[in-house]
Structures are given as C-alpha cells and as structure tokens.
C-alpha cells in the first residue's frame, strides 16, 4: 500500500531544537544600537527573560526543549509529513511531492511551536504579561493560547487591515483569553505618530512592533514577544524539519530540494536549517525562500543593518531589507508583508547557502485552489508561495522527466483567510503593482552605522 | 511517558464498515410512502444510486469500504484520539477523560467520511450531479470536497440564516468548485411555497432538504445526498467508532460512558455503534446522546412516522420527531437544528439501549471555551454538546471520587463559528426559550399512516 501520510510517534518528538549559528562558517553579526556599538544583554533584558536571551546568543548545536514545553507541543506534535500523491498524479508529473503539514495545530499554523517556548520561559523568569504585533493573525493567535497555557495575561497589537479583515482570529485571540487591540493605537508614543503621521494608517507589521516593545519596555512585570525574525524564534520552529527529516528516513527518501514561504524567516529556519548540514558535507539540496513580489525583502531588498520596526526602537539588525520605512502593499499573505528578515536567513542567503525567489499575488492564489482540490487542505495565503514554487518545480519536472523530490512547509491551513478566497474567486484580487519607487526612498532612508 | 494522542498508523485505518443492523434484536421499520406502503428500492433509486440502496437495508453485518474511498480517507484519517489530561486537571476529577477528534479532516468535521463514501457510489452509477442541503455549511462543505475529488458537479442549498450568519463555509464550498445557494430559493416548487408562507422566511433543514430532493427527482443526471439520518450515513461514520476501539485497546482502556452531539445522528451512530455488541453480551456501558434544549428530538419528541423533510416529499420514517414542521430556534449549533433523528438511532432510544440528555445553549459554549483554554481546539458549538456532557460527567465523578472512563466525539473544530463565540463573550447570546407551543402544534400535525 501506498503511504499518503508519514507519522511520528509522540515518543519521536524531538528531544532538541537544533541551533544552526554551532555550523555557521562566520559567527553572526551582533545586533547594534543606535551608537553603533553591540547590544549588551542587560538591555534586551528590558524585553526579553533570561532563558531566550540565552538561546539568542548560543553556540551550542542542540538545546534541549523543556519537558513543560514539550508536554504541550504534544498536542499536536509530531506534525504529519504528506505525499501529494493526488497532486502528483493531476500534475502528471514524474517529481515525488511532500509537505510537512503544520495547520492541524489549535492555531492552525506553525506559529504556535516558538510560542509555547516563549510563554515558558517568561512563566518561569517571574514575567506576568505578554505583548506582541500580529499580522494575519497567526502568531497573536499563538502567543494567546501560549500564554493561557502558563498563565500568562497577553496584549496583542494587530495590524489594523487585517484585524478588520480578518475579524475571526481576533476572536480566536479573545477564546483563549488575550486582548487585541487595532494598531496603530493611542496607548502608545509610537501609534500616535503613526496616527499623526497619516490618521487613516492602516497599520503595518513595523509600527505594531513598535508599540508593542514601547510598552513591554516601559512596564517591569511584561515582556515582549515575537513571532519571526529572531534567533531564537528560528531555533524553536527548527523541530519542524527535524520531524520532516525522521518522516523522509521512515520511507526512504531525501529531498533535493525544499520551499518554505518568507516573511520574517521562521518557516525557512525551522525547516531548512535541519538540512544544512548535509548541504556542507556536499550533499545536492537546494533550499529556497519563497517571497510575495509585493513584499521582495531577500530578492530586492538590500544586506543592511536596519531597525526590526518602523520607528527604530529595536536594536539594528544585519539583515535583508526593504528599509524600516517601507509600507507593502495589502496583500492577503499579511504574514508575509515584512520590510526585513531573520539575521540568520539574511546570512545564509548572502552567503549563497539559501536561494529565494518571488512570486505575484494571483499565481499563489491559483495555485493553492490547484492544490486544496487535489489534497483537500485550503491552505492560508502564505503558505500558497511555497506550493507555487512546488508546483513550477513539478511541472519542469514534467517537462525534463526528471524524478525530483520536492519538500514544502504547508505552514498553516487558511480557515481564517476564506474572505481572501472570495475576493480571488470575484476577481477582484490583482497582482499588487511593485512599488518600486516606495522602495527606492524606504532604502534611502536605511540606518548610518558609525 | 503519558500519552497525549493515540495514533493509528494508515495500515489500521478500517477495512469494513459496521452494519449494526445485523445486531439489532427487532428488524427495523420500513420507510413508508404517502400511501402507507413501504416504498420500493425503484422510487428511492430516483435520488440514491445501488450502492447505497443496499447499504440502506443491508443485514451484512460486516461491509467492506472500497479502495477509493480509503485512499481518500487516508488523507486525514486513521483520526487521532486525545486523553484530555490538562483538561483532567483543571477538573481537579480522577475520571479519565478521552476525545476523538474529528476536526482534522479538510472540511473541519466528521461530515466527510459518508461524504466520500456517497460521491464514490453516485459516480459509479454514472451520476454526473449531486444536491444537497446544509445547515451550519459542514455537511455542505464536505459533500463539496468529495464530489470534487470525483469529479462530480455539486449543488448545495444552504438554510438562509446559516448562509448569512458563516459566509466562510461558503466560500469553502465554492473553493473546491461547489455551488450554494441560500434556501428558500425560487427554484424549486417547495422553496417558493415556502416563501410564499414567509417571504423573510430564514430557512430550515426541512425546507433546504424538500428543495434538494425535488431538484434530483426531476433531474436524471442528478442524485439527492444526505449528511445524517439515513442508515448509509451512520453506517460510513462507523469509521470512528472502529479507530476509537482501537485506540482505546492500545492503551489499555474501555469507556464506561460515551458521549455524542446529537442533531441528525450521525456522530451518536459513528462512534456509539461499534461499542453495542459489547453492550449487548453484558458489558456495563453508558452510550448518551446529547441534544440542545432548544430542539430536543429524542428527549422530546414522539416516536412515530414522520417526513424527513418540512414539505413532506421523503418517505416516512419511524424515528423521534418534534414534527416535520416545526421551526427551531436559530442556535448557534445549526447542525442540530433538525426536527427527526436517525431511524436506527431512534429505535436504540425507543429500546432503552441508547440514553438521551438535552442541554442548553449558553451551557455549552460555557465549557467550549473552558475545553479550549485546557486542551486548545476551539470546537464547533455542535461539539460543545458532547463537551458539556462531558465536563459535567467528570465533575460528577469528582464529587463521588470515581476513577471513571468518559469518552466523547470532539466533532469538529470551531474556527468558521467564531462569529458564535464573540456573541457569547459580547454577552448577546441567549438560551432560548424552549419552544412547547411551536413544538405542540408540530406535533398535532403529525401525518396518520394508515
């Protein structure tokens, strides 16, 4: 019989996330403050507990996940790995097609593995309160259940469009207790320049950052959260490709190439970073970053230190951006819609270890109806980048007969997106016009590092 | 370690489906047409192919499932079964508590096991169309997906209060190429009597089913599907009950209770029926249904032939009815807004085999949302039926220090109702009234079979 999904035992959920920065060739850059010099821990202490600051930092390879976080990951972990045999055969093509599916946990996306770890170590550092920003939803929704797991009270900061767009997650939010809040808000110095700035904002990823480390920073029992971008976010996601890895060895098989969709990064960590290794000891991989065209932060952006928000509260970072500044278009992947990305994706992209590409609107759209009538799953818009790449590579594939292996992160089912589907079904969703000229002043406008 | 799922590997996804009617000590009563006769296979084959003519009065006790409906199965099922140990906890109770969770498949609910069943047996019939109602759109949504994945145009009339009040499983319907229409439509002569009646008429189950059917009747091409009540449906859902044994043996374990929401009978027959037997040669198990108040078919109703339908274009059925035309409130649970039940479930009732509890609105929301603080599902308020029951169970034996094992169907998840939980926060959501003068009147109207 053939197998349609890989399982994992509860017992084979992994024991350690693995820290990708112990194989780095050059360690990574240090995030910098505004007078140029390297943040020392006692000021992202402000922020963040102890336990993850830690992690931030670390060069051990394997760090052990706390049994409190693990009990809870078992939820719904391991996450199942699928053969796409349906797609496959609609595609007619000759490649092998898996995704690691990460929609079946309560959050319904990959976003909940990093959130449990984050409550944690916040519970046991004596911190009371929780803020974040949240785009789509996804990661609010996360660090809301996370944090009523630990006891743990949470204010989210949600991107204005998409908490009017997507009214359901709010109320996801509010079922495991958190509040959440429209940004940019008046509670906070850096929302009401927002508002000044434009009082019809309608938010964006970097402003909600702004406000929500403002608050953590001025209030001693809460801290800061956030959902992508930081090491440690990408060191907790990596039992993603840890499990996909054991799936691949049960039936036999290897990938020769993978997509994850990329927004601040912790998709592409979480799978990605699992295979590197073997990528340095010469194994053929490739990795690829799948970006909106819209949002082109890997394949437009420029290797830059840049503030993590729009306002410039957070440390500089050595990343891929699009300049602070820069305002993405609406697009429905509002996961996906950041200026910059991880410090460690950045890296291994300009060191030519990860490759990226972008991809307009309407052709994710396409392809993720394609798929969720070939495999049943509707898919949230994000992850719809990755399944188009899978699907473009499938079908050269086809054209060159070559049996590929292709891997995909399914990184979060679109239950809460159906609004988003609707307006692709009416015609009324376009391919966002490249901003070029946004983008032109946004990079002129990149930090001056002394 | 203690185990938080129990997962069976594809190869233990069941091979046959369970006829209980094999193992019922009376033979069923037949289905009757206006007349009072039994109505004959040839006027059922006018809107239900062969295949499932003979599923319906079947005395094989064992039927086999077909490859391609197990092959499609496999992309969600074997499902897993939860022990609920933070929920345990938080009760403070020594009764072990386990869920199957049946949220994970593609449309969000059991509903797809009989619906993949039923498009398999049309499209070998040569069926190129498929009708159907829906009420809270999980039926809908379910039948969409399947008659997809055969290649099968479907039609769905969706109760007009539920097409407003869930726009989402619409636009789920439509992202795996179904069509809906909110019910009552012009369409059909039992859509415009109705219309006539009520021109602001909100729909019901009864009213979308007349439309559905005499759509299929008056269409060669085209076959009527149904998501509960009929013996084909309970009998494909059995799938959940035979996983749920299975798992229990592997650890160990057997229920003293079981508990399952209760509208058409399709969770109460897929889950309680493979449990019978043991019942039958002395095991002490309890197998309760768990029915809103506001729409108390079996703890209410009378046990006497009945229309399916509020038009009367079914055959009639003995079963418990509040009478084919009586109008349930509109509940959150708009899957359990049905005047009947199952005919097999009825029968188990009416025997005493089967017990039956009804439950009230806010109640159930109450420990829906207490479920997903503990165990972090939101579920579908249909579900939170069988949660309540559940919960109060646990509490029961918490107060008696009895180590009991409570089993109950978490049927679906909850993220299309979202719109329900923020009435239930807002503090605007209501138990309603329970409607004994509606349901009297339904009753006296009740057809004389001769």
Not at 15 to 44: C, F, K
Not at 187 to 209: K, V
Not at 300 to 312: C, F, I
Request: with cysteine; charged share 20%.
């Amino acid at each position: 019989m053939s197998n349609t999904k890989i399982l994992l035992d509860e017992s084979e959920l992994p024991t350690h996330w693995y820290n990708v920065i112990a194989d780095l060739p050059t360690p990574p850059a240090p995030y910098l403050g505004a007078d140029g010099q390297p943040v020392s821990p006692e000021q992202l202490g402000a922020i963040f507990p102890p336990g993850l600051l830690e992690q931030e930092i670390s060069t051990q390879r394997w760090i052990e996940i706390p049994e409190k976080v693990r009990s809870i990951l078992r939820l719904w972990r391991p996450s199942p790995l699928y053969r796409a045999r349906r797609l496959e055969a609609i595609l007619g093509t000759p490649a092998k097609i898996y995704y690691k599916y990460e929609g079946g946990s309560p959050a319904g996306s990959h976003k909940p593995n990093s959130a449990v770890a984050q409550a944690y170590y916040n519970k046991i550092a004596g911190i009371k309160r929780l803020t974040t920003e949240t785009g789509a939803g996804q990661w609010g929704s996360a660090i809301s259940l996370a944090g009523n797991m630990f006891g743990l009270e949470v204010r989210v900061y949600m991107v204005k469009v998409s908490y009017e767009q997507k009214p359901f997650r709010r109320s996801m939010i509010q079922t495991w207790g958190g509040e959440v809040l429209p940004s940019p808000t008046t509670l906070t110095a850096a929302g009401r320049q927002a508002l000044e700035n434009d009082p019809n904002c309608q938010g964006s990823l970097g402003i909600a950052i702004s406000e929500a480390v403002e608050e953590a920073a001025s209030r001693q029992d809460t801290n800061y959260t956030l959902g992508s971008v930081l090491n440690h976010v990408l060191l907790h996601q990596t039992v993603i490709g840890l499990e996909t890895r054991k799936q691949l060895e049960k039936v036999g098989d290897y990938p020769d190439v993978i997509f994850a969709p990329c927004g601040g990064g912790s998709n592409v960590g979480g799978m990605m970073f699992p295979f590197l290794a073997d990528k340095a000891a010469g194994k053929e991989i490739r990795l690829v970053a799948v970006e909106p065209s819209s949002c082109p932060t890997l394949t437009r952006g420029e290797y830059a230190y840049d503030y993590g928000d729009s306002v410039g509260l957070t440390p500089l970072i050595q990343m891929y951006t699009l300049g602070h500044d820069f305002m993405p278009p609406g697009i429905h992947a509002g996961g996906l819609r950041y200026h910059g990305d991880s410090a460690l994706v950045s890296q291994l992209y300009h060191e030519g270890v990860l490759e990226a590409i972008a991809v307009p609107q309407l052709a994710t759209f396409e392809s993720g109806v394609m798929f969720s009538k070939a495999e049943g799953i509707v898919p949230a818009p994000e992850s719809n980048h990755a399944i188009h790449a899978a699907i473009d590579e499938a079908l050269r594939c086809k054209e060159r007969s070559e049996g590929k292996t292709i891997l995909f992160t399914l990184s979060g089912h679109g239950h809460f997106d159906m609004a988003s589907y609707d307006r692709y079904f009416s015609g009324e969703l376009t391919d966002q016009a490249y901003p070029e000229e946004a983008l032109q002043a946004a990079l002129r406008n990149l930090p001056q590092v002394k």
